[in-house]
């Protein structure tokens, strides 16, 4: 680099030194990063204290969605196509509990029992209620935030009977081929004990994405013996009311945020 100074020109060996001068003093006041490049030689200058300057705040990204996000809720009532699946007079509860096909089918649209007992001569019984509900009022774009399904007990439950929310993937025909056509996993539970009683069974964070905006959500009421798989040394059972039943029938409520 000396070299090169004494090959130059003074006047421009002397306008170099000063821009180097000018680059030190940017630099010792925060007006410069501490190294540059001139002339393809790299300088570092040490020993300058470099003043601290606030880093700027990356912008905020736009929201994708097109307008501000509006909370709505929808109420929606059982379809008539649904309806009670049930074993009965099973000698054996892994038998009865696992069973491809129902032996007997009810599509009462004023009532189903929810059940798992032990009868009398030692038979055991499982019964099931499949709900299937038109959602497709929900907007595809939408985000579930919360859902409930209100049941209401017919008549006084035998004994403290606890029902399970399970997804269910049943025959939109409902036969019953449907009656193992249920899931294992809970998305909620409830547990009656007075007569005519309503209570509201909340979905679970699963549970919530059962519910399809493109058709026909489909789930199922069990009895907890069914899903834990606890052989019933009693009769328990609920008669909840269906879509018929202006006063008590089933409803599920969904509330979901979308773009207005």
Same mark, same amino acid.
């Given at each position: 680099?000396?070299?090169?100074?004494?090959?130059?020109?003074?006047?421009?060996?002397?306008?170099?030194?000063?821009?180097?001068?000018?680059?030190?003093?940017?630099?010792?006041?925060?007006?410069?990063?501490?190294?540059?490049?001139?002339?393809?030689?790299?300088?570092?200058?040490?020993?300058?204290?470099? @003043?601290?300057?606030?880093?700027?705040?990356?912008?905020?990204?736009?929201?994708?969605?097109?307008?501000?996000? @509006?909370?709505?809720?929808?109420?929606?009532?059982?379809?008539?196509?649904?309806?009670?699946?049930?074993?009965?007079?099973?000698?054996?509860?892994?038998?009865?509990?696992?069973?491809?096909?129902?032996?007997?089918?009810?599509?009462?649209?004023?009532?189903?029992? &929810?059940?798992?007992?032990?009868?009398?001569?030692?038979?055991?019984?499982?019964?099931?209620?499949?709900?299937?509900?038109?959602?497709?009022?929900?907007?595809?774009?939408?985000?579930?935030?919360?859902?409930?399904?209100?049941?209401?007990?017919?008549?006084?439950?035998?004994?403290?009977?606890? &029902?399970?929310?399970?997804?269910?993937?049943?025959?939109?025909?409902?036969?019953?081929?449907?009656?193992?056509? &249920?899931?294992?996993? @809970?998305?909620?539970?409830?547990?009656?004990?007075?007569?005519?009683?309503?209570?509201?069974?909340?979905?679970?964070?699963?549970?919530?994405?059962?519910?399809?905006?493109?058709?026909?959500?489909?789930?199922?009421?069990?009895?907890?013996?069914?899903?834990?798989?606890?052989?019933?040394? &009693?009769?328990?059972?609920?008669?909840?009311?269906?879509? /018929? /039943?202006?006063?008590?029938?089933?409803?599920?409520?969904?509330?979901?945020?979308?773009?207005?």
């Amino acid at each position: 680099m000396c070299a090169f100074l004494k090959r130059t020109a003074p006047g421009f060996a002397a306008g170099f030194i000063a821009g180097v001068l000018l680059t030190y003093f940017a630099m010792c006041h925060g007006l410069g990063p501490n190294a540059f490049t001139l002339l393809g030689f790299q300088f570092r200058l040490p020993g300058c204290r470099i @003043s601290q300057t606030s880093t700027p705040t990356p912008p905020v990204p736009t929201p994708t969605g097109t307008g501000t996000p @509006s909370l709505s809720r929808r109420s929606f009532y059982p379809l008539p196509t649904g309806g009670e699946l049930l074993n009965l007079g099973c000698l054996d509860w892994t038998l009865c509990r696992t069973a491809r096909d129902a032996n007997s089918r009810r599509t009462s649209l004023i009532s189903g029992t &929810v059940g798992a007992s032990l009868n009398t001569p030692r038979e055991y019984l499982i019964q099931r209620v499949f709900l299937f509900f038109d959602t497709s009022q929900i907007p595809d774009d939408a985000l579930i935030q919360s859902a409930s399904l209100r049941l209401c007990s017919i008549g006084q439950p035998i004994g403290t009977p606890t &029902v399970h929310l399970v997804q269910s993937t049943a025959s939109d025909s409902f036969s019953l081929e449907d009656f193992d056509r &249920v899931g294992s996993e @809970s998305g909620g539970s409830i547990t009656f004990s007075l007569p005519n009683q309503c209570l509201d069974l909340a979905f679970g964070p699963t549970a919530l994405q059962w519910i399809t905006s493109s058709g026909v959500t489909k789930i199922a009421i069990v009895h907890d013996f069914d899903v834990t798989n606890t052989v019933p040394v &009693v009769q328990n059972l609920v008669v909840i009311a269906l879509p /018929d /039943d202006p006063e008590y029938r089933a409803r599920l409520d969904v509330t979901f945020y979308v773009d207005r």
